[in-house]
């Protein structure tokens, strides 16, 4: 079952370029330098271009060039990706780390399809969930993860009484959610943010969350304040789920409480069972 969460607020009025390049400007990946004098027409903007040269003794020589040794600034993670694939290991990854390591510090990494184990350290780097999902083990950290497209960010086997995060954005603001059980059963949970247009909700994005009924979780939601703004949250805001028949239903007042963090709300939900 899907549960799905919006505010709403009661009592108020409602390129790519190519250029000649040197011998001595390149960095060779994997097979040392070619014996060409110069190369021309290598793609030096920050990423790199598989291109032979006419000399056919020297195309396996030349590998996969690197525009100056210069990381890249948009990569691609899956488990699908293979050294088959185009400029693998410059920006095709198959281990998100490994990605991270080598990108640039402002890098975009575009994850599909992707299941991961251990820790990450996004280091700031912008990631965004592709069609398909992105599924853990672990702590994410480091960053907000954009999922705001059809695949989701997936928990999985979360364990009884351990707080995880979800640090998720939809590329402007933060929407980071944390989760508890009790449950032993180690369930996943998957999130991601859905766009509606809602009469009376205070912003169009709604917490998407799946998973399995009668955990008996506590879920704990961000909301920045510049993403409702001029609006605000008070006594008199009311947070509703959409049940299975699409209508939005009020969540009871002694199950959830939002605190002012200052820049951002955080708003407490409680005995969660139904997704």
């Known amino acids: 079952m899907k549960y799905t969460l919006i505010l709403l607020l009661i009592f108020t009025i409602n390129y790519f370029g190519f250029s000649q390049t040197t011998q001595r400007d390149i960095f060779v990946a994997g097979g040392g330098l070619s014996s060409n004098i110069s190369y021309s027409n290598f793609a030096t903007f920050g990423q790199a271009f598989a291109q032979q040269t006419s000399s056919s003794s020297n195309t396996n020589n030349e590998g996969f060039i690197y525009a100056q040794d210069k990381p890249a600034d948009i990569l691609f993670v899956s488990q699908d990706y293979t050294p088959s694939n185009t400029i693998w290991g410059y920006n095709y990854f198959n281990d998100i780390n490994l990605a991270i390591l080598n990108s640039t510090s402002n890098a975009t990494i575009n994850v599909t399809n992707y299941s991961h184990i251990g820790n990450v350290d996004l280091k700031n780097r912008k990631v ?148």
């Open 128 to 275: 965004i969930v592709g069609v398909s999902d992105f599924e853990f083990t672990g702590d994410i950290t480091g960053g907000l993860v954009q999922v705001n497209h059809s695949g989701r960010l997936i928990m999985k086997n979360l364990q009884a009484n351990t707080t995880k995060t979800f640090p998720i954005t939809d590329s402007q603001h933060n929407y980071t959610l944390t989760f508890t059980t009790s449950n032993t059963s180690n369930p996943d949970i998957s999130i991601k943010l859905s766009n509606y247009s809602v009469a009376g909700a205070m912003s169009p994005n709604f917490w998407d969350i799946d998973g399995p009924p009668n955990l008996d979780a506590t879920i704990t939601f961000r909301v920045d304040k510049a993403a409702i703004a001029p609006k605000r949250l008070n006594s008199h805001s009311q947070l509703r789920y959409k049940d299975n028949n699409d209508i939005y239903k009020p969540v009871q007042d002694n199950n959830f409480s939002i605190s002012d963090e200052g820049s951002y709300y955080l708003i407490t939900l409680t005995n969660v069972n139904k997704y």
